[in-house]
């Protein structure tokens, strides 16, 4: 099948690259080198793909790199250098213990930065949804919910 060409900006650098029509966005930004990306279930239900694509949260598994043609994708990595919100972020989860293996820590942390991005506010509930997209092997969430609460209460003072 032919390919077609893709350009993408990946935290702030243009990537133009060749992809096959049913190539993913996980597999093309791995393809790239960018493998703060981290590959999960390949299925869109376990979020460890999650990227910001045009300043939304999605799994970049379930999205084709073709969708992505012309867009801004953001990572983790990416969003820590240069965004002090996802700083915050960072720095709370270490601060917090949200971390143990931290395999769903990048995509943890995108829903988080999303969520607060979009007026979201000390609520555990409702951080609780922001995040329920990302599944986590090892700290049963208080943790997660318990960073991402603290830099909401930060946000509001």
């Known amino acids: ?27 093309f930004l791995r393809s790239q080198g960018i493998f703060d990306v981290k590959c999960g ?22 999205t084709l790199a073709a969708q992505a043609d012309g867009s801004s994708v953001w990572t ?3 969003l820590g250098v240069v965004d002090a919100l996802t700083k915050k972020l960072q720095k709370a989860f270490v601060e917090h213990g949200s971390i143990q293996c931290g395999f769903c820590t990048p995509g943890m942390i995108i829903a988080g930065k999303v969520y607060l991005k ?3 506010t000390p609520d555990r509930e409702q951080i609780k949804k922001a995040i329920s997209g990302n599944l986590c092997r090892c700290t049963g969430y208080k943790k997660i919910v318990d960073a991402i609460y603290d830099v909401a209460e930060q946000m509001q003072e």
């Open 1 to 27: 099948m032919n390919e077609v060409n893709i350009t993408v900006t990946v935290n702030g650098t243009t990537i133009t690259a060749n992809a096959k029509p049913e190539m993913n966005l996980l597999r």
């Open 41 to 62: 279930c390949e299925m869109g239900d376990c979020g460890t793909c999650t990227v910001v694509l045009n300043g939304k949260s999605v799994k970049s598994c379930v």
């Open 76 to 78: 983790n990595k990416g």
């Open 118 to 120: 979009q007026g979201g």
